[in-house]
């Protein structure tokens, strides 16, 4: 089940020992591939197989039993993002994040909820409070999520997350970066997303500044129910209409579109951009939409707070291995058991969050404050924004595509500036974004503009 990836001219450049120099954009590109090249499918089946082994991680079952239930996967997974955190050079911390869940509808009496979480700090001055946050619950439930005895091995739900993000943190702890990840095992999910929503809860009180959240949440079966096997095509899921949108987004939505370009969907394009030239042997189908029929997952607390945030789930569930107590019923197998899932795939999957995350943390921020002159009737479109304070800034980037189209298909440099008109081209009749690019060529994800009405000048008789 090993998977090749084949790189030709990289692999060999950059030694593995120490971290790859980030500059110049050969190199940077070089690190990328050597993160992709070296996440390993052995490491994930070995983590898929241990977490299985705790019988259940149930978020109610036993906390202090060193063999079984969910205290012993917390205690488990802590001493292996410390592990991961050794190669970082102290840049890597790792922490058991808790709180006291009070009695809710899928909690019978107050109970400890912990996330596993180790923050990769970014070296970047001006980059370092910009945070990506990656995440996988390692929480797992049988028919109910209120059931803690039952065995519970949730190797695809949600073990394969699981594993690919410590897996990931393992492989991207060698390397600096200019801003910071924060890879997170959470619990709680099968309880309505308990962990990530006090993370994110807590990002919120304290102002972070999350620029993107992926949740990778059943990503190991490949044998869909409906008899379909596809091992190189992973989902991602991005909501068009913002969670958080306010009336008067709402109102401009409206009027002149931008259901299609909520900064979660510029995310889902930027994943799919990078990591389809870096990881060639998967596809990524962009989904439109926040989650599937009647699910969710814990990208959801994220957008609720304004965050941008994506899914990440395989493309063919098997329904008979989700949330089932283990069980043979008429010659058919039931439950989450690891026979299903392919550690392969998952290691692809992990392939794909690393490549995307490796180039948001070396690229500068999305550009912040774009406007779109909205008021003035022309053919002309003027965009504006923030400049960007990276210093190795190179300058910005203007894209835009038909408003019928899904990803973006055009762009213009147009250097170091806050401003820039687009002579001749309507916005009425495409959609514009602007990006930040630096001296390395690193491209930041598309930041799509709010209308601006310019304050009008004090009328004077001349003007009339
Ligand atoms: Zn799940």
């Known amino acids: 089940m090993i998977v090749v990836v084949v790189l030709a001219g990289f692999s060999v450049v950059v030694s593995q020992t120490k971290p790859a120099p980030r500059r110049p954009a050969p190199v ?6 050597n993160i992709v090249r070296d996440i390993d499918a052995r490491n994930i089946e070995a ?7 705790f019988g259940t991680r149930n978020t109610l079952s036993e906390q202090n039993d060193p063999k079984r239930g969910i205290g012993a996967a917390r205690d488990w997974l802590y001493a292996e993002f410390l592990k991961a955190a050794d190669a970082s050079n102290g840049r890597m911390t790792v922490e058991k994040q808790s709180y006291e869940q009070a009695k809710a509808a899928r909690v019978p009496q107050p109970t400890i909820v ?3 979480v180790a923050t990769l700090k970014g070296s970047q001055p001006e980059a370092t409070d910009r945070i990506y946050v990656v995440s996988g619950h390692y929480d797992s439930m049988c028919n109910t999520p209120v059931d803690a005895k039952c065995d519970a091995p949730g190797a695809n739900d949600d073990a394969s997350g699981t594993a690919a993000v410590l897996e990931t943190a393992r492989v991207m702890a060698k390397y600096e970066f200019d801003a910071t990840i924060v890879f997170m095992a959470v619990a709680g999910e099968e309880q309505s997303l308990l962990g990530s929503t006090h993370f994110a809860e807590q990002a919120k009180e304290k102002n972070w500044n999350i620029e993107a959240m992926f949740t990778n949440d059943i990503v190991g079966n490949t044998l869909g129910g409906n008899g379909v096997r596809d091992r190189g095509t992973v989902r991602v899921f991005s909501e068009g209409v913002p969670s958080n949108e306010t009336p008067a987004e709402a109102t401009t939505r409206r009027s002149v579109g931008g259901e299609n370009d909520s900064a979660s969907r510029q995310l889902a394009r930027f994943i799919k951009e990078t990591s389809e030239a870096f990881v060639p042997q998967m596809k ?14 814990d990208h959801i607390p994220f957008l609720e707070r304004g965050y941008p945030a994506v899914r990440f789930t395989e493309v063919n569930e098997e329904f008979r291995h989700q949330h089932q107590n283990v069980r ?12 299903f899932v392919d550690f392969a795939y998952v290691a692809n999957v992990a392939r794909v969050n690393a490549a995307s995350l490796a180039a948001l943390a070396w690229a500068p921020s999305r550009p912040k404050g774009v406007t779109i002159l909205s008021q003035r009737l022309s053919n002309d479109t003027e965009l504006k924004w923030d400049a960007n304070k990276e210093p190795e800034l190179a300058g910005y980037e203007i894209v835009w595509r038909d408003t019928t189209a899904a990803v973006w298909t055009n762009s213009k440099a147009v250097g170091n500036v806050t401003s ?9 009749n495409y959609f514009f974004g602007v990006r930040a690019i630096d001296k390395d060529g690193n491209r930041s994800p598309v930041s799509y503009p709010k209308p601006l009405v310019r304050s009008q000048p004090a009328a004077t008789p001349s003007s009339m």
């Open 28 to 33: 940077r590109n070089r690190a990328i591939a």
């Open 47 to 53: 983590t898929i197989r241990k977490l299985v082994s």
């Open 114 to 116: 912990t996330n596993v």
């Open 284 to 297: 990524v189908m962009m989904v439109y939409r926040r989650d599937r029929y009647g699910r969710g997952g």
């Open 328 to 339: 043979v019923e008429n010659g058919v197998q039931f439950g989450d058991l690891p026979e």
């Open 420 to 428: 820039f008109t687009m002579k001749g081209m309507s916005k009425d």
